[in-house]
């Protein structure tokens, strides 16, 4: 719809919204992911199970 296009605002509003609070896979905390992509916490990122099992974690959907 070309309504919404003129309506919405630019990339700015867009890439605020794919940045929110999510739970993290590994340890269920709340963080503030920078996407959908980021599904684990910057703590767990820092972990060694994180760095050597990420494959199954992170692309499991
Ligand atoms: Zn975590």
Known sequence: MSLIK???LPAVA???DSAKNRACLMCGDTFKSEGAHN?????CKETKTWREGR???EYSV
């Not at 599904?39 to 703590?43: A, D, F, L, Q």
């Open 6 to 8: 003129k309506t919405s």
């Open 14 to 16: 867009k890439d605020r």
């Open 39 to 43: 599904r684990i916490c910057r703590k």
């Open 55 to 57: 494959s199954s974690v």
